[in-house]
């Protein structure tokens, strides 16, 4: 089975400044990795995803991620975040069976 | 297109009751999952079904129940709540090729409280 971790529980982070959600992942199979979103009382939706090719992949909102096969991370940045950001980030990785692990989740607050 | 609808929003039941949460997509996704979302454990998967007719358990399946008649319903039984049950959960499905690269779509939750 995999595992995902997410090193960091809580982000606070001032409007405007640059944010990085660290991801790191398990594994001895080659793997897809996603990051979601999770708005409050609301289901999740999919940021970005790497599946092959360019290691650097970007997503929605402004959101772009690295994958580092060496470090086995995925780690979510953003340049400039909006209070609008304020939300739980997942990461997650699926395999050839086709389950998926998350992380336990990053909750990033945009302070004005 | 309304993607994925579960149904209660929310719920408080009495530990022992019987209770099943529904879940309806109408993607034509083969694959469909439900999780429970605890503060400080992230998502875990209770069960899956990979097509219609067929199930499979996932990492916390203990006390809860699927099944998967037809391709649009997942639903979610408890047989007797438990206090521990008190979660929120989501039910995912993913594309018809259901492979590994694809994206789960998430329902908007089922709050549940068992007293």
């Known amino acids: 089975a995999q595992s995902v971790t997410q090193l960091d529980s809580q982000v606070p982070v001032f409007e405007e400044a640059p944010v990085e959600l660290r991801c790191n992942y398990s594994?001895?199979?080659?793997?897809?990795l996603f990051w979601y979103v999770q708005y409050p009382n609301q289901g999740l939706q999919l940021l970005l995803k790497?599946?092959?090719?360019?290691?650097l992949v970007k997503g929605i909102n402004g959101f772009e991620a690295e994958f580092n096969k060496s470090q086995t991370s995925f780690h979510l940045r953003k340049p400039s975040v909006h209070i609008s950001d304020t939300a739980e980030y997942f990461c997650?990785?699926?395999?050839?069976?086709?389950?998926?692990?998350f992380g336990t989740g990053t909750s990033l607050t945009v302070i004005p | 297109i309304a993607g994925i609808t579960q149904a209660p929003t929310s719920q408080i039941l009495a530990a022992g009751r019987r209770m099943t949460l529904r879940c309806t997509q109408d993607?034509?996704?083969?694959?469909m999952y439900w999780y429970r979302q605890d503060l400080g454990l992230g998502l875990r998967l209770i069960h899956y079904?990979?097509?219609?007719?067929?199930?499979g358990k996932g990492e916390v399946p203990d006390g809860y129940s699927v099944s998967r008649a037809n391709t649009d319903d997942f639903p979610l039984t408890l047989a007797s709540a438990v206090p521990s049950q008190t979660s929120v959960y989501f039910c995912?499905?993913?594309?018809?090729?259901?492979?590994?690269?694809?994206?789960?779509?998430f329902g908007p939750g089922t709050r549940l409280t068992v007293l």
């Open positions: 997650a990785v699926s395999d050839t069976g086709n389950q998926f692990y």
């Open positions: 993607m034509r996704h083969n694959a």
């Open positions: 790497y599946l092959s090719g360019s290691t």
């Open positions: 079904s990979n097509t219609a007719g067929t199930t």
């Open positions: 594994s001895s199979v080659s793997v897809y």
């Open positions: 995912a499905s993913s594309d018809p090729t259901g492979g590994a690269d694809n994206e789960q779509f």
